[in-house]
Structure formats: C-alpha cells, structure tokens
C-alpha cells in the first residue's frame, strides 16, 4: 500500500499559479494511475485529472489549458501545476493511485488533501 502526502496547496489570487506535489513511499509509482481530485466545500469529490502510463495525461474540461500534470518516476513524485486559478478552484486537493479502477473515486490509495484557497 502506498503512502501518500500531499504538499503546496496555500492562498492564491485569483489568476496566481501553484504548483502541488504528491510524494509516495512504501511503493513505486511508475505503474500505477495517478489521479488529482478535489472537494469543495459542500460539494462532492470531483476528478481534476489523470495520468497513466496507457493513456497519458487527461484533464477535466474546468481546468483544461490551465492545469499541467507530470510525474517524475525518479523522485517516486507526481505534480499538478495549476495556472490562471479561479475562485472556482478551490477546495481539499488530493492525489490518489490504483491498478485496478481508473482514475476514480474506487482508487485504492489516497493522500489526506491540501487546501488550495483562491480568493483576493
């Protein structure tokens, strides 16, 4: 089982820029799904974006053009830049991994979240 830890979530203007990290232990990342979710308060965990090493990298349409995926197998880490952000954006952003599901909310391992508040 993977241990995740989320990092770089923090207060923003809108159009700033944050870049957050997922680091892993306890396992390698380069076979796994990597996805980023997020929850608003009041509203349901939603999927931001995924990237596996079948498909590549996959965004939802509110985030399109502005977020960037990447993953360094190296350094067992996975980012999401996240540009010209939007009161909209904010929420508890999470990282999550798995085998077997996709990129959905039945992954199998999760990290605790970052908050990502975009506000002036």
């Known amino acids: 089982q993977l241990q995740l830890v989320e990092s770089g979530g923090g207060l923003v203007q809108p159009g700033g820029s944050l870049r957050l990290s997922c680091a892993a232990s306890?396992?390698?990342?380069?076979?796994?799904?990597l996805g980023w979710f997020r929850q608003a308060p009041g509203k349901e965990r939603e999927r931001v974006s995924c990237?596996?090493?079948?498909?590549?990298?996959d965004y939802d349409d509110s985030v399109k053009g502005r977020f960037t995926v990447s993953r360094d197998n190296a350094k067992n880490t996975v980012y999401l830049q996240m540009n010209s952000l939007k009161p909209e954006d904010t929420g508890v952003y999470y990282c999550a991994a798995g085998f077997t599901a996709g990129c959905t909310l039945g992954m199998e391992d999760w990290g605790k979240g970052t908050l990502v508040t975009v506000s002036s």
């Open positions: 990237i596996s090493n079948s498909a590549g990298a």
């Open positions: 306890g396992g390698t990342l380069d076979y796994y799904d």
